[in-house]
Antibody, heavy 120, light 111 residues
Framework: EVQLVESGGGLVKPGGSLRLSCAAS????????INWVRQAPGKGLEWVSS????????YYADSVKGRFTISRDNAKNSLYLQMNSLRAEDTAVYYC?????????????WGQGTLVTVSS | QSALTQPASVSGSPGQSITMSCTGT?????????VSWYQQHPGKAPKLMIY???NRPSGVSNRFSGSKSGNTASLTISGLQAEDEADYYC???????????FGGGTKLTVL
């Protein structure tokens, strides 16, 4: 069974940092692109970042470029999101999501999400 | 980069069919066949219902179908059931720096 489990969310002050993790199981993690997608409370979905299977290509939404860093460890079947210089508008549930087909950005499996709250 | 445009709400009675739209530009919906549709129930993660405009993932009911004409993609649900009541989001690859755009979401109410 394919599973994605996020962790690392919590309450952080504006300007602070947080590192999210996503543990994958049930599939060959090293062969799939993985993404971070977020959803602010009561709002819609927003794509945040993407990393290809072998770390060859990394992409970010303009809203997080220069502040967030995506990475992965294929040996540990894990995805990460380092978030720096956090702002109130970064408050959201953060999901990791698998690309069904590389570079098509169809997300076929999602984690349960982890809540990040940026507030003083 | 603006989000894709979806109607805020649609509704239908059990057994009926409904269609919801997702409008973008030639840089996203109109330019590529990488449109997806997601169903999200309250407090749950999104679920992929349609990918690459009109393909259904394994396990998704054939009551769900997708299409595209020009810059507008559509999701049709036939034989509406109570459990179809949810929020629906479209998404598309975009050639802009944003890479992936989502629509604002459509709330489907089954009357």
């Amino acid at each position: 069974e394919v599973q994605l489990v996020e962790s690392g969310g919590g309450l952080v002050k504006p300007g602070g940092s947080l590192r999210l993790s996503c543990a994958a199981s049930g599939f060959t993690f090293s062969t799939y692109s993985i993404n971070w997608v977020r959803q602010a409370p009561g709002k819609g979905l927003e794509w945040v970042s993407s990393i290809t299977s072998s770390n060859s290509y990394i992409y970010y939404a303009d809203s997080v470029k220069g502040r967030f860093t995506i990475s992965r460890d294929n040996a540990k079947n894990s995805l990460y999101l380092q978030m720096n210089s956090l702002r109130a508008e970064d408050t959201a549930v953060y999901y990791c999501a698998r690309d069904l087909l590389a570079h098509h950005y169809n997300f076929d499996y999602w984690g349960q999400g982890t809540l990040v709250t940026v507030s003083s | 980069q603006s989000a894709l445009t979806q109607p805020a709400s649609v509704s239908g009675s059990p057994g009926q069919s409904i269609t919801m739209s997702c409008t973008g530009t030639s840089s996203d919906v109109g330019g590529y066949n990488y449109v997806s549709w997601y169903q999200q129930h309250p407090g749950k993660a999104p679920k992929l219902m349609i990918y690459d405009v009109s393909n259904r993932p394994s396990g998704v009911s054939n009551r769900f179908s997708g299409s595209k004409s020009g810059n507008t993609a559509s999701l049709t649900i036939s034989g509406l059931q109570a459990e179809d009541e949810a929020d629906y989001y479209c998404s598309s690859y975009t050639s802009t720096s944003t890479l992936v755009l989502f629509g604002g979401g459509t709330k489907l109410t089954v009357l």
